[in-house]
Nanobody, 129 residues
Framework: QVQLVPSGGGSVQAGGSLRLSCAAS????????MGWFRQAPGKEREGVAV?????????IYADSVKGRFTISRDNARNTLYLQMNNLKPEDTAMYYC?????????????????????WGQGTQVTVSS
């Protein structure tokens, strides 16, 4: 049974930091691109960051988080991370992790658009001004 279990959400003031984690199980973690998404009330889901399978050398970030957020993965621990620095009130949203299997054309470009095989539960991030 596939599980993606996020943690690390919370409430912080603007300028603060949070680190989200997503523990994966039930599939071959290293063979999947992994990503973080968010959805604020009344808004569409947005791809925040994705990281390539295996080595994790290739990443894609939404313009709104470039320079502030860093995605990383630990294949030994089957865990995905999102370090969020200099948080802004507009970062307030429910954050989700997701996975997409790798393929001949890679998987990052598909995953950042929301085309995932697996989705985790959400973890709430609230940033106050």
């Amino acid at each position: 049974q596939v599980q993606l279990v996020p943690s690390g959400g919370g409430s912080v003031q603007a300028g603060g930091s949070l680190r989200l984690s997503c523990a994966a199980s039930g599939y071959t973690y290293s063979r999947y691109c992994m990503g973080w998404f968010r959805q604020a009330p009344g808004k569409e889901r947005e791809g925040v960051a994705v990281i390539s399978a295996t080595s994790g050398l290739v990443t894609i970030y939404a313009d709104s988080v470039k320079g502030r957020f860093t995605i990383s993965r630990d294949n030994a621990r089957n865990t995905l991370y999102l370090q969020m620095n200099n948080l802004k009130p507009e970062d307030t949203a429910m954050y989700y992790c997701a996975a997409r299997s790798d393929g001949p054309s890679g998987c990052n470009p598909y995953l950042i658009s929301g085309d995932a095989n697996y989705w985790g539960q959400g973890t709430q991030v609230t940033v106050s001004s």
